[in-house]
């Protein structure tokens, strides 16, 4: 549990990073959803437990799509 | 999984890079690296505008975030709401999501591949029947410089340029924003170094054809962010 918390903010530290500097590459598009996935990932693994927590955060990745609406959804 | 990788991604952008270096002076391959990278970069340059616009309106509001974050903590349904209503207010509507994220990497991947298969002569039998095959691939960039070796100098040039965007693009995205914590300031300071001598590190024993493609990509962010700024 204390390996994905830490996963989750390593991720988000790298993400933060790459959006302020643009690094060349890649195309860095905002979240559509409150929260965003990777907070999503922890509510979700802290309410489901580890897999189906981590299953939820998967289709929640996908659901993240030019299709979607997004909004608010909490785990 | 690899197959289709391959079919899919890896051996037409290998094809398209054979293609484009017939129509350059002498067949130069390095010519042709730059041109595929700016043909990729105009295909997601709408996405790319869009998706900059948008973050940099979400870090101008990054403050009230935080605030709505703080006063509704046990509060989710309002929190919710709250942050939508943030976002309505500031005409905020994030384009795409996670999907293309995760679309673009194999792409890059894939190009990466590409590049790296182009410099060397036995990756031509990946060729499609219609792409005219050369009879040998000329790694000589503008007649001097050997693309598929090493070449520290293009990449401290890389490095530099590296260093040069990510300060354009860093004022760029706070440039309406409230400042930021001087922590926040201090990490975004290290990080401002950290990334172009990263890629001095890593262009260093790649080959150079890599790092032509990085020098392209970091000038065309250049371009793209001049032209954000001025139309802001």
Redesign the interface.
């Known amino acids: 549990m204390r390996i994905v918390k830490f996963l989750l903010t390593a991720y988000r530290r790298i993400m933060n990073?790459l959006?302020?500097?643009?690094?060349?590459?890649?195309?860095?598009?905002?979240?559509?959803?409150?929260p965003s996935?990777s907070d999503y990932a922890g509510l979700a693994i802290e309410k489901y437990g580890f897999w189906r927590g981590l299953t939820r955060s998967l289709f929640r990745?996908?659901r993240?799509?030019?299709l979607?609406k997004?909004?608010?959804d909490?785990p | 999984m690899s197959n289709i990788f391959k079919i899919i991604l890896y051996a037409p952008l290998f094809n398209a890079l054979i293609f484009l270096s017939s129509f350059m002076p002498n067949r130069d391959l390095g010519l042709a690296i730059i041109a595929l990278t700016v043909v990729i970069r105009l295909i997601f340059l709408p996405l790319s505008m869009k998706a900059q616009r948008s973050q940099k309106a979400l870090n101008a509001i990054g403050p009230k975030i935080q605030a709505i974050k703080d006063k509704y903590k046990n509060d989710r349904t309002a929190q919710g709401a709250a942050m939508m209503q943030l976002y309505k207010d500031n005409n905020i509507n994030p384009v795409a999501g996670c999907v293309p994220i995760l679309i673009q990497l194999p792409i890059l991947i894939a190009l990466y591949q590409a590049f790296i298969a182009g410099l060397k002569p036995e990756s031509l039998s990946m060729l499609y029947s219609f792409v005219p095959s050369p009879e040998s691939l000329n790694t000589l960039f503008l007649g001097f410089l050997n693309i598929a070796g090493k070449n520290p100098l293009l990449a401290v040039l890389a490095g530099v340029l590296q260093y040069f965007q990510a300060k354009q693009s860093m004022s760029y995205m706070k440039a309406s924003g409230a400042g930021a914590s001087p922590q926040v300031a201090a990490i975004n300071a290290q990080m401002l170094y950290f990334l172009p001598i990263m890629i001095i590190v890593l262009g260093w024993s790649l080959p150079a054809g890599l790092v032509l493609y990085w020098i392209t990509t970091t000038v065309f962010s250049v371009g793209e962010q001049m032209y954000l700024k001025r139309n802001q």
Request: with cysteine.
């Open positions: 990073n959006r302020l500097f643009q690094v060349p590459g890649l195309v860095y598009t905002p979240c559509r959803y409150y996935c990745t996908l993240c799509n030019p979607s997004g909004g608010i909490f």
